[in-house]
């Protein structure tokens, strides 16, 4: 069975700077997907960037890039440029490739973010 | 367009009774999602369906557990016999088709059993 692991529970940055959240997964598969969801209070998971296993190049999104280390299963999250809005909860999520078997989302337990003026 | 919504936001029950939760998914959407997140935790898959059908009810904790989606389209949550740790936030997720694309999430029903 697949696992997400986000061992940061708590992280701060200072507005304006740069901040690394780490995700670390297991699994048999070769290709799958992985994804970094923010959860602010309103409770809506929020969809920030996505990443196809079989793709070597790295997502982007603005100021939202991973480090995805297929072989050392690692997908991490770089928030450059923080912003006061970025405070919330972050959830790393795994997905498998094939939608005929299941296509549920894994998700690891949150890293909260909290963003200083 | 309208997102994923769920009725009630909140919902605060006594032991033992019945409670139903309520998906209206993104229109056209046939793939719909239910999780459940307890306090801290990250959402845990219970149930998925396509159209009417559930496709993988591997998640669903016990038989006091049951969802339909009779028109493939809104889909209820039903727990019977509710207990004091079925206290969680319950998260709907809808998706064009399966697979590929984007789970977009509702706001949620927190459940609290008192």
């Known amino acids: 069975a697949q696992t997400v692991t986000q061992s940061q529970p708590e992280m701060s940055v200072q507005e304006a700077e740069t901040v690394t959240l780490s995700c670390t997964y297991d699994?048999?598969?070769?290709?799958?997907?992985l994804f970094w969801y923010k959860q602010p209070p309103s409770r809506q998971m929020i969809l920030v960037i996505r990443?196809?296993?079989?793709?070597?190049q790295n997502a982007t999104e603005n100021r939202f890039s991973v480090n995805f280390q297929k072989a050392a299963k690692s997908f991490s999250l770089k928030i450059s440029d923080s912003q006061l809005g970025d405070a919330a909860m972050y959830f790393c999520?795994?997905?498998?490739?094939?939608?005929?078997?299941?296509?549920?989302?894994?998700f690891g337990t949150g890293t909260r973010l909290q963003v200083f003026p | 367009g309208a997102g994923v919504s769920q009725t009630p936001s909140n919902k605060v029950t006594e032991k033992g009774k019945y409670v139903e939760l309520r998906c209206d998914p993104i229109?056209?959407?046939?793939?719909l999602y239910w999780y459940r997140q307890s306090l801290g935790q990250g959402p845990e898959f219970l149930i998925y369906?396509?159209?009417?059908?559930?496709?993988?009810d591997s998640g669903l904790p016990n038989d006091r557990f049951f969802a339909v989606r009779p028109e493939g389209s809104v889909s209820t949550l039903k727990i019977q016999r509710t207990e004091r740790g079925d206290s969680a936030v319950y998260l709907c997720?809808?998706?064009?088709?399966?697979?590929?694309?984007?789970?977009?999430f509702g706001p949620g029903t927190r459940l609290t059993v008192t």
């Open positions: 997720a809808s998706s064009i088709f399966p697979g590929h694309s984007e789970q977009y």
């Open positions: 699994t048999s598969e070769s290709d799958y997907y």
């Open positions: 990443q196809e296993a079989y793709k070597q």
């Open positions: 999520a795994y997905r498998s490739p094939s939608p005929y078997n299941t296509d549920k989302l894994i």
């Open positions: 229109s056209g959407h046939t793939a």
């Open positions: 369906f396509q159209g009417t059908g559930a496709a993988d």
